[in-house]
Nanobody, 122 residues
Framework: QVQLVESGGGLVQAGGSLRLSCAAS????????MAWFRQGPEKEREIVAA????????YYGDSVKGRFTISRDNAKQTIFLQMNNLKPEDTAVYYC???????????????WGQGTQVTVSS
């Protein structure tokens, strides 16, 4: 089992910034890809960004390119999501996920955190 604990959500005004963290523990050697997903009110879940523990490509959803940055600290088994120039449409519950395979296929992620709320006011 892998446990994922997110932190860093909150309320911010449009144009502001937040940094989310996701600490992984347990059998993390079974995971290769780490990602942030989000689900806004009455919206489907979408992938925001994804990264591998080792070197390799990083994925960003089109709606966050240029504003969000995903990074990792392998020693601390933690990934981060730096969110800048936040917009009201970024309001969502943000979930951390881990999986053994694909960066962008949501069904390939088999471990999920509890989620952290991000609310952007206009």
């Amino acid at each position: 089992q892998v446990q994922l604990v997110e932190s860093g959500g909150g309320l911010v005004q449009a144009g502001g910034s937040l940094r989310l963290s996701c600490a992984a523990s347990g059998r993390t050697f079974s995971t290769i890809a780490m990602a942030w997903f989000r689900q806004g009110p009455e919206k489907e879940r979408e992938i925001v960004a994804a990264i591998r523990w080792n070197s390799g490509p990083i994925y960003y959803g089109d709606s966050v390119k240029g504003r969000f940055t995903i990074s990792r600290d392998n020693a601390k088994q933690t990934i981060f999501l730096q969110m800048n120039n936040l917009k009201p449409e970024d309001t969502a519950v943000y979930y951390c996920a881990a999986g053994p395979g694909s960066l962008v296929v949501s069904t390939s992620y088999n471990y999920w955190g509890q989620g952290t709320q991000v609310t952007v006011s206009s």
